[in-house]
């Protein structure tokens, strides 16, 4: 990859100078859906699939970036001193973002560089392909101008880039999952106080099974800052009762000796569900340190039907692949994953069953949706490094 990533470089950016080149990861969440803004807990993993980068200082005041996912794009151009948000500048505002987000925090960078990227995560699959980008981008700052964060800051310059520049109001689940990702481990991060653990994902003869719906993203940023604001709002009704910080600071009889402070029924499931979910992330991480993978599975279930029930944020492609899935023999559970609203769900399959399963789930998907889903069998990677 490094020595196609160098040729491919030299191609479009000319040859000479000190060309480096980094991969950064993308990220599945296990369990701990929509638990991030809610200052509950979540448990992602890196993925071996992720974005690579060809890197290099330049003496001009100048940002180049070329991707080789769409070539037909060209280079696009940016002075490092006037970085705005603009439409044409198209996939650019990512890293564009990341570069802005650096300077806000107090960052210097003394000039421009040109940037080559290589994605091998299916765009809009709800796998992190922006938040992989978003990191890296700032794994290549830090490297080719010796910034001095940690990988925590990196994660927190790309949420910062991604709430204020790009605008979409995500947690830190992704970015984090991203820069902390260690090969065979999962997070458990507690996003309230960015206290984490990693934790041995040893799925011995289990494989983890992302299946894409293939659906094109339509409302689901709007939705996605819908659920956000209807959780904020639940949380100040429940603070006229109870003294909490966030809805992940209530169990779930406190939930229910409480509930009753929100008002309207949809806010009460909304927060419901970020509440119980938070207590179901805590549970399953002990499941799977306990070696109890069925427990696991069994959440991973009741976590998709709070999503689809409580929280709204499923809809039929995402149900018929977790129904048609939860068919088939060898399946310890399946869920959505990531935002919803299309994406990915994910399973965990025994490794005899996965060939089964991908032909008939696809088989049962195509037939009810109308298109097929793809299916990527994963391992857990680590987070970004110089290649
Ligand atoms: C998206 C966001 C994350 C998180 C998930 C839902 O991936 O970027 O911050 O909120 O949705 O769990």
Redesign the pocket.
Known sequence: MKESLEKKFEEIFGAGGDVRTYFAPGRV?LI??????NGGH?FPCALTIGTYAAARRNDDGTLRFYSMNFEELGVITSSVDELKYRREDDWTNYPKGVIWAAKEKGYEIPCGMDVLFWGTIPNSS?L?SS?SIEVLTGFVLKDLFGLSYDMIENALIGQYA?NRFIG?N?????QFAIAMGKEGHAIFLDTATLHYTYAPVRLDGIRIVIMNTNKKRGLGDSK?NERRAECEEALAELQTKVKIGSLGDLNEAQFNEYQDAIASPVRRKRARHAVLENQRTIRAVEALRAGDIEEFGRLMIASHESLRDDYEVTGKELDTLVSETLKQPGVIGARMT???FGGCAVSLVKEEAVDGLIAAVEAAYTKEIGYAPTFYVVDIGSGPRRL
Request: charged fraction near 20%; hydrophobic fraction near 25%.
């Open positions: 969440n701990g859906e929509h638990t991030d803004y979540v709800g992190s938040a991604e979409v995500c947690g830190i689940m992704d996605y990531g935002a919803g």
